[in-house]
């Protein structure tokens, strides 16, 4: 993988130290904002390892995926809603099924641009309105969207996170933390069985892994801070930058 990240960069000369060190950075950022709003370390982190090391993705991103919310969960999973998780999960499921497909036969980058449209348009729904319906079919919808994005290009959570967008701090993580975890391990099988992970993409992700838990322990304060009625919000700021990160990168 090291070497991978080396090569990424052509003709410039950085150590692979160094650019471990920047894939860690957005990790470690991506972790902050999901120890405190409860989703969004690819928001950060999947762009940068992209261009680093485009071989790695989106398996290095998954590994961090899998590994970020058991820290939440370890914390909050008294609040969990259970009933809700399953729902998400029944579409995650076929969602994740149909990522591994696109990852194989369609362009990453006319999917990233059509999902972040997408999650924009909710988004902006979502403010307006001021609420989705958290119903079975809303869930099993937005599972199965997370399930495709998420498998296909690490950016799964928007969807979820906006169904939840009215919960208490602590019921987002929780929830939205079982949620990722469960679709994390999917979505690393979905792509070990379609030969879409390799070893070295979950080298790199392990690797990450202490960027990752750093960032959890850093964003104890800010938890505290959104958790005194400004989680909402939080959550769709986040879910619109994810979104208008998408396209950009797809575009640029």
């Known amino acids: 993988m090291i070497d991978s990240l080396a090569g990424a960069v052509g003709p410039v000369s950085v150590s692979w130290p160094v650019l471990l060190l920047l894939a860690g950075t957005a990790v470690f950022t991506g972790a902050v904002v999901q120890g405190a709003v409860g ?3 690819a928001l950060v982190a999947a762009p940068v390892v992209m261009l680093l090391d485009p071989s790695v993705m989106p398996g290095a991103v998954q590994v961090v995926a899998l590994v970020l919310p058991l820290c939440s969960l370890a914390a909050e999973w008294r609040h969990v809603d259970w009933r809700g998780v399953g729902w998400a999960l ?3 499921v076929p969602g994740a099924l149909v990522g591994v497909w696109v990852v194989k ?5 006319a999917l990233a ?5 997408m999650v924009l348009v909710a988004v902006v729904l979502t403010a307006w309105r001021g609420t989705v319906p958290r119903t079975p079919r809303t869930l099993a919808v ?5 399930g495709v994005t998420g498998t296909a290009t690490s950016i799964g959570e928007p969807p979820i996170a906006l169904v939840y967008q009215h919960a208490t701090g602590p019921r987002i993580r929780a929830t939205l933390a079982m949620y990722f975890a469960v679709g994390a391990v999917l979505s690393l099988g979905a792509l070990a069985a379609g030969g879409e992970l390799p070893p070295r993409a979950v080298l790199a992700g392990l690797l990450l892994v202490p ?3 750093a960032g959890y322990v850093a964003a104890g304060p800010l938890r505290r801070y959104l958790d005194r009625g400004r989680t909402r ?3 769709l700021v986040t879910a619109a930058l994810s979104a208008a990160l998408s396209i950009f990168r797809a575009m640029g």
């Open 113 to 117: 641009v059509f999902v972040g449209l």
């Open 39 to 41: 989703f969004g370390p």
């Open 211 to 213: 960027f990752t838990l």
């Open 90 to 92: 029944l579409g995650r």
């Open 142 to 146: 937005a599972g199965a969207v997370s």
């Open 233 to 235: 919000l939080a959550v």
């Open 105 to 109: 036969a369609a362009s990453p980058e």
